[in-house]
Nanobody, 115 residues
């Protein structure tokens, strides 16, 4: 059984920073890519950032230059460093991992940015 545990969400003022973490545990077999999604109230879930097994990264246009995704393969953990946050970044953030056997979602962590 694979479990993803997210942490680091909370309340932050506009212009501030947060660092989200997502640690995978259990019977994990070769993680390929790792992603962060977010879902704001009344909106569809959207892809925020992706990092591949070769550490190639991609970002949504709305977060480019402000967010940084990284991974620690030894810890099966993916991070999302969020800088210069804006009120429109308010959402529940979910991590997602793709392995050779299955895909897994985290439970979500709330990020609220006050103006």
């Amino acid at each position: 059984q694979v479990q993803l545990v997210e942490s680091g969400g909370g309340l932050v003022q506009a212009g501030g920073s947060l660092r989200l973490s997502c640690a995978a545990s259990g019977s994990i077999f070769r993680i390929n890519f790792m992603e962060w999604y977010r879902q704001a109230p009344g909106k569809q879930r959207e892809l925020v950032a992706r990092i591949t097994s070769s550490t190639s990264t991609n970002y949504a246009d709305s977060v480019k230059g402000r967010f940084t995704i990284s991974r620690d393969n030894a810890k099966n953990t993916v991070y999302l460093q969020m800088d210069s946050v804006k009120p429109e970044d308010t959402a529940v953030y979910y991590c997602f991992i793709n392995t050779y056997r299955a895909n897994y979602w985290g439970q979500g962590t709330q990020v609220t940015v006050s103006s």
